[in-house]
């Protein structure tokens, strides 16, 4: 399989942890000798992982950020489902899907990634164009989740959303004009919530396509939250209803 670089202490510890068969070698800071590099390090030697020590600049070079905390992995891509098909038909009870309509930043992506992995969401599927891929920076944020969930881009968002209702999924539109809110809403069944892009919020398309709009209530000052922030509250309330139906 075709290796990557995945950095920060958060998603090189987790590789390990999980699926260390899959880490090459680890390239190291050899500045830092701190309590965070020395349990990485005790880690990589329980599971037998090569340890290159490196300074700050090629560590730098190789992820392209300095945001990397001094420690590099070399790793392999997991094999996560790639498509839709293939995630949904593996999918025991009524899916739970996160739909980011067009997400640029990839700090938002990895955050989204993070919450959508706490709320046990199956996928996060986006649009290929117009879109943050999942590259090292998100994967970073993610502090671990890009190596549990799945990240399938879709080259036709609106069709692929037609395709989750022939699957009997309700696509629920995040809105801040919508009629019911967030917690008017039946999560308990299958369910895609598209949350739109930053500032633009849904495209025309993608809102004409939902199946209901609901929008999350806002009790202070601020007008809208980070589109992070409101994906973990909307899959954490999909998640709370579904434990009150013992789902």
Same mark, same amino acid.
């Given at each position: 399989?075709?290796?990557?670089?995945?950095?920060?202490?958060?998603?090189?510890?987790?590789?390990?942890?999980?699926?260390?068969?899959?880490?090459?070698?680890?390239?190291?800071?050899?500045?830092?000798?701190?309590?965070?590099?020395?349990?990485?390090?005790?880690?990589?030697?329980?599971?037998?992982?090569?340890?290159?020590?490196?300074?700050?600049?090629?560590?730098?070079?190789?992820?392209?950020?300095?945001? +990397?905390?001094?420690?590099?992995?070399?790793?392999?891509?997991?094999?996560?489902?790639?498509?839709?098909?293939?995630?949904?038909?593996?999918?025991?009870?009524? #899916?739970?899907?996160?739909?980011?309509?067009?997400?640029?930043?990839? +700090?938002?992506?990895?955050?989204?990634?993070?919450?959508?992995?706490?709320?046990?969401?199956?996928?996060?599927?986006? #649009?290929?164009?117009?879109?943050?891929?999942?590259?090292?920076?998100?994967?970073?944020?993610?502090?671990?989740?890009?190596?549990?969930?799945?990240?399938?881009?879709?080259? $036709?968002?609106?069709?692929?959303?037609?395709?989750?209702?022939?699957?009997?999924?309700?696509?629920?539109?995040?809105?801040?004009?919508?009629?019911?809110?967030?917690?008017?809403?039946?999560?308990?069944?299958?369910?895609?919530?598209?949350?739109?892009?930053?500032?633009?919020?849904?495209?025309?398309?993608?809102?004409? $396509?939902?199946?209901?709009?609901?929008?999350?209530?806002?009790?202070?000052?601020?007008?809208?939250? $980070?589109?992070?922030?409101?994906?973990?509250?909307?899959?954490?309330?999909?998640?709370?209803?579904?434990?009150?139906?013992?789902?």
């Amino acid at each position: 399989m075709k290796g990557k670089f995945i950095f920060g202490f958060h998603a090189v510890t987790a590789r390990l942890r999980h699926e260390a068969s899959t880490v090459e070698e680890i390239y190291v800071d050899a500045a830092r000798h701190d309590r965070r590099m020395g349990e990485l390090l005790r880690a990589a030697k329980e599971a037998n992982v090569r340890v290159i020590q490196a300074d700050e600049t090629r560590l730098s070079n190789m992820v392209g950020t300095r945001r +990397h905390q001094g420690v590099v992995a070399n790793a392999a891509a997991l094999a996560l489902a790639r498509t839709l098909d293939e995630l949904l038909d593996a999918v025991e009870g009524p #899916p739970l899907l996160l739909m980011l309509d067009g997400i640029t930043d990839p +700090h938002n992506l990895g955050a989204c990634l993070r919450v959508a992995d706490g709320a046990g969401a199956h996928a996060v599927i986006a #649009p290929k164009d117009r879109a943050v891929g999942l590259n090292a920076t998100a994967a970073k944020v993610a502090s671990g989740a890009a190596e549990s969930v799945p990240y399938i881009t879709v080259t $036709n968002f609106a069709r692929t959303m037609r395709e989750l209702q022939e699957r009997d999924i309700w696509i629920t539109g995040t809105t801040e004009d919508a009629e019911k809110t967030l917690f008017e809403a039946d999560f308990s069944g299958g369910v895609a919530l598209v949350m739109g892009s930053e500032g633009e919020g849904m495209r025309r398309l993608t809102r004409e $396509n939902c199946d209901l709009l609901v929008s999350v209530p806002m009790f202070g000052a601020v007008e809208s939250l $980070n589109v992070s922030v409101a994906s973990g509250i909307c899959l954490y309330e999909a998640r709370r209803q579904r434990i009150v139906r013992g789902i």
